[in-house]
């Protein structure tokens, strides 16, 4: 076996199987056989307008590349006077010249801010740092090409939107790799089963059953073999109390009944009793934490980098909103994971003056 084919075995299974920080830096000694490039805003002419300006409406290809490769790091910083520009660009991006992205999400929700402004946070896989910096370090391999493009779907010219996409490239795509996905989802707002009620913890609420899923809200369903890595999740509250109720059930290879179920939103974001304060850590966290309280804003997220959730058929991830599902948020989600091609279709991308999150009159505690 050649050292070339060597290499390429074991980026496979770092890849399926998330190795730990320490064998990721130990590996630095060993030399490399592919090549690397990036794709980036840089000025061709030599000069300093290193930067994308985009107009109301226009789509723009920021990357197109051949394979077999892998884009192992993204980065975006945007300059524009559209208020909540962060839901309306749109980003998507297509592994070997698929009809369909298996990336689609407004640029702000795939890198977690949900609620269409910035905060800052820091995550194994992805973070965003001070001044508006947005990167990605999702191992995104691909065996014939990748293409990135962005969507202005503001009003608004973007006036400098600058990005670097750095690449490696290799001799062959090995076997046994799956393509990375995200897909964005929302319910603004969800349907609360009832809006009598005066605290979380009313018995008419608490003695209410759900074993299989009913009405849950649903980040991700998908079709192929695979496995779920994540989900970034913000929250608009409507209602007064706790939003974190509900339990996260995952259902797996067409189960009726879930065969993950969790303890409460909290719990699933690894934090405890609520969150009480932000938090932001490798693989979890709460980077903004509202009072409980409507009108307030909460972003969370989960990386299973080290717990994958495989499937073979298919794959459904799902959450209470309230116990049982008696709350009636506003919910703003990602959903990440890799697959075989090709996936099943993504659920229509709402309106972009949908996706701006406003309050709804939902009735409740604090909605009246």
Known sequence: MTKSRVLLLAFASSILTAQPPATVLGGLAHLQDYTV???????????????????????????????PGEIRHMWFTIATGETFHLK????????????????EAPIGDFFGLGLGEYVEWNSLPMNVAPLRSLNSYWSMPFA??????????????????????????????????????????????????????????????????????????VFLEAAGRG?????????????????????????????????????????????????????????????????????SRSMAYRFHIEDPVPF????????EHGHANHRSDNWYTVAYWYQTEPHAPFPALPNVADRIPRLQMVGGPGNQ
Request: aromatic share 14%; charged share 20%.
């Open 227 to 295: 496995h779920f890595v994540g989900v970034t999740h913000s929250v608009l509250q409507n209602q007064d109390f706790w939003w974190g109720e509900g339990d996260e059930m995952i259902f797996i290879d067409g189960a009726k009944s879930p065969q993950i179920t969790g303890t409460g939103s909290e719990d699933y974001y690894t934090g405890s009793w609520d969150f009480q304060h932000a938090f932001s850590y490798p693989y979890a966290g709460a980077p903004l934490v509202g009072l409980e309280r409507a009108g």
């Open 37 to 67: 490039g990036r794709a980036g805003s840089y000025d061709r002419t030599g000069g300093n307008a290193d930067r994308l300006q985009m107009k109301a409406g226009e789509t723009a290809t920021l990357a197109e590349v051949t394979g």
């Open 144 to 217: 014939h090409s990748a293409k990135v493009t962005v969507t202005n779907e503001g009003s608004l010219p973007i006036g400098a939107l600058y990005y670097n996409f750095d690449y490696r490239k290799y001799a062959a795509f090995p076997p046994g790799l799956a393509y990375f996905h995200a897909q964005y989802r929302q319910a603004q707002p969800n349907k609360g089963w009832t809006n009598e009620w005066s605290s979380n913890g009313d018995a008419k609420i608490n003695e209410r059953k759900n074993l299989n899923g009913e009405d849950n809200y």
């Open 88 to 103: 309306k660009i749109v980003l998507r991006i297509y592994w070997d010249g698929e009809a369909t992205p298996s990336v």
């Open 312 to 319: 073979t058929k298919s794959i459904k991830v799902t959450m």
